[in-house]
C-alpha cells in the first residue's frame, strides 16, 4: 500500500511539474512562476503538518527546500551559491533525521546501497570536481552533503526501498543541475532535473511518513 501511495505521490508531482513547465514558457512575471515552482513544495509540507506522528524535521528541509528552488529560479547575483546553501541546509536536516531513526545492526541490504551510492559519488565527484572553478569549494561540501544524506537514507528503519530510491534521485537531480552547469549544457535538461527532483523529494517524504493503518 505504501508503494503505491508513494507512486501516487511522485506522479503527482510530475504532473504539477509538467505544468510549471508548461507556463514557464507562458510569458508570466517571475513573481507568479516563482510561486508556481514552490508549489509542489508547500503541497508535500502541507501533507507532512497534516499526518499525525510525522517526523517534525520534513518540514524544516522542505522549507529550506524550497528556498534554494527559490533562489535558484531568480536572476541573483551568487544565486546559485545561495540556491546551494539553501540545499546544503536541508541535505544536513534530512540526514540527521533519518540518523536519529537509523536500522540496528547493520545488515548486507544497507552495505549494498553504502557500496552502490560509494561507487556513484566517486565517479561523479570525478567528473564535475576538475570542472567547478572557483566553486570548488561549496559543490566539494555539498556533494558530502547529499552523499551523507543518502546514506542514511539507506540506513533508515523503514521496510521499504522508497525513501531509498528517493535520496538516490535527488542525487541524479543535482547532478544533471552540476553537469549541465559545469561540464555540458544539454537540451531538455530543466525538465529532466525538475521531473527528477519532484519526483524525489515526493518519493522522500512518503516513505519517511509513518504507515497508515490499513484501509487508509
Known amino acids: 500500500i505504501r508503494d503505491v501511495a ?3 505521490v511522485g506522479s503527482e508531482m510530475c504532473i504539477r511539474d509538467r505544468a510549471y513547465l508548461a507556463l514557464m514558457h507562458s510569458g508570466l512575471p517571475l ?16 501533507l507532512v503538518a497534516s ?4 517526523p517534525k524535521f520534513l518540514l524544516f528541509a ?3 527546500s524550497a528556498f534554494g ?5 531568480v536572476p541573483l547575483e551568487n ?14 536536516i534530512y540526514a540527521g533525521g533519518f540518523f536519529r531513526a537509523r536500522r540496528s545492526p547493520i545488515d548486507s541490504q ?10 556513484y559519488m566517486v565517479a561523479i565527484a570525478a567528473i564535475l570536481l576538475p570542472a567547478t572553478g572557483e566553486l570548488l569549494l561549496p559543490v566539494s561540501v555539498y556533494l558530502l552533503a547529499i552523499a551523507l544524506m543518502a546514506a542514511t537514507a539507506a540506513a533508515h528503519r523503514c521496510r521499504t526501498v522508497m525513501l531509498f530510491a528517493g535520496a538516490f534521485v535527488f542525487i541524479l537531480s543535482d547532478s544533471m543541475i552540476a553537469i549541465n552547469k559545469f561540464v555540458l549544457p544539454f537540451e531538455g535538461s530543466r525538465h529532466a532535473i525538475m521531473f527528477t527532483y519532484y519526483l524525489a523529494q515526493g518519493l ?10 490499513r484501509g487508509q
Do not use: E, M, N
Request: charged share 10%; with cysteine; net charge positive.
Open 79 to 92: 544565486g546559485f551559491v545561495f540556491g546551494l546553501s539553501a540545499f546544503l541546509l536541508a541535505q544536513l
Open 6 to 8: 508513494g507512486c501516487l
Open 31 to 46: 513573481a507568479v512562476l516563482v510561486p508556481l515552482k514552490v508549489l509542489p513544495i508547500a503541497w508535500l509540507f502541507y
Open 110 to 119: 544497507i552495505r549494498l546501497r553504502w557500496i552502490l551510492l560509494g561507487v
Open 62 to 64: 522542505l522549507v529550506f
Open 204 to 213: 522522500i517524504i512518503r516513505g519517511a511518513l509513518p504507515a497508515r493503518p
Open 51 to 54: 499526518t499525525p506522528g510525522a
Open 69 to 73: 528552488d527559490a533562489l535558484l529560479a
